[in-house]
């Protein structure tokens, strides 16, 4: 199929600005590893290779303790039908917070729906390290806040509003974050210390752009369906028929593509300052 001149050069731009944010991105998670020693630098330069050839080998199931944790915080009719699973790794994506700074905004929850095989996917999968380090005022806030978020998402979709700017999506996350605060009533010093928390979290583990860490979730689905196809549901309404038409698995692709650009750059970075760690990581 040919593409129209005006779609295709709109793809064409899309593409270029893809490509220079995961530069810019590579460069600031390099900065991150500037501190670090050698062998925990190769330690993360390890996980990127092996989560880029098997994207689902970065997600597993939560513990059974703290799947105990996380269902007696949010409670169990919110997370009904919910696959829940830790990582390693940190997301992280364009600042919406401090957009004009060109900075990156660090998670350690992701929250995705997805279609497969006929069936609708809610998965949510937390750091692991948060989940041992968090309280649990903090734990209950994070999963409020995401479960708040995906409902409004929702309601967006209903609108037929498919994409949104960096102000929607700000305006969609503190919605979110006065809910998840007013639910949770967690105190602002908490709140404060989670904030510290996730910074010192971003600095010691791996950061995986949320795209990806999307695609590992879709995989992870399609490498375990036997295990995960109890907790599929059909389209509920006409929106969810509407979404069930995209195209998942072109995504997983494309996503995959730019986290292969993404390591590119992160390693050429890290050798451009190889004389910081004595060591060349090509």
Do not use: C
């Not at 997370?79 to 060109?102: C, H, V």
């Amino acid at each position: 199929m040919t593409l129209r001149p005006d779609k295709e050069e709109k793809e064409k731009s899309q593409k270029k600005l893809e490509a220079e944010w995961i530069e810019r991105a590579a460069k600031e998670v390099a900065d991150t590893l500037k501190n670090r020693r050698v062998n925990e630098i190769i330690e993360i330069v390890d996980f990127y290779e092996k989560s880029l050839a098997a994207p689902a080998s970065m997600h597993m199931p939560l513990d059974t303790d703290e799947e105990e944790v996380i269902k007696r915080l949010a409670g169990n009719d919110q997370l009904k039908n919910t696959i829940l699973l830790k990582t390693r790794a940190l997301i992280f994506s364009p600042s919406i917070l401090a957009p004009s700074s060109g900075s990156l905004d660090y998670g350690t929850a992701i929250h995705r729906r997805f279609f497969l095989r006929g069936l609708w996917f809610s998965i949510i999968s937390l750091n692991e390290a948060y989940i041992k380090s968090a309280s649990e005022p903090m734990l209950r806030y994070m999963l409020e806040h995401e479960l708040a978020q995906g409902k409004i998402y929702k309601k967006l979709a209903a609108q037929r509003i498919k994409r949104l700017d960096s102000d929607m999506k700000r305006i969609v996350h503190e919605e979110a974050k006065a809910k998840a605060i007013r639910i949770s009533t967690i105190p602002e010093e908490e709140l404060e210390r989670e904030r510290q928390l996730i910074l010192d979290l971003a600095s010691k583990h791996p950061l995986v752009p949320a795209h990806f860490a999307s695609t590992s979730l879709f995989n992870y689905l399609e490498e375990n369906w036997e295990e995960v196809n109890q907790f599929g549901l059909p389209s509920q309404d006409e929106i969810d028929e509407e979404l069930a038409t995209a195209n998942f698995a072109a995504r997983a692709q494309s996503s995959s593509d730019l986290f292969k650009a993404f390591l590119k750059a992160l390693k050429r970075e890290i050798t451009m300052t190889g004389a910081e760690y004595g060591i060349e990581i090509v």
